[in-house]
């Protein structure tokens, strides 16, 4: 059986943290940022944790389910 292969574009957008969760970047922070409220911004900066509904998805394609 050969080894099973990496999503690549998961592993650029995923991190598994100590205790088994997926923490990802928050979206809407790349372009367009003359029409967001500075606020909104500062809110998006900082990384979140991945729904729980989506986890399994993400970590059979991150080869660690």
């Known amino acids: 059986m050969p080894k099973m ?3 690549s ?3 650029k957008r995923f ?3 100590g205790s088994g969760k997926v923490k990802r970047f928050q979206a809407n922070t790349s372009h367009l940022m003359r029409n967001k409220s500075k606020r909104g911004k500062l809110a998006h900066r ?3 944790l991945v729904n729980e ?3 399994k998805r993400v970590l059979r394609m991150l080869c660690k389910a």
């Open 15 to 17: 991190r598994v943290t």
């Open 46 to 48: 900082d990384s979140t």
């Open 5 to 7: 292969k990496t999503h």
């Open 53 to 55: 509904a989506d986890e």
């Open 9 to 11: 574009s998961a592993k």
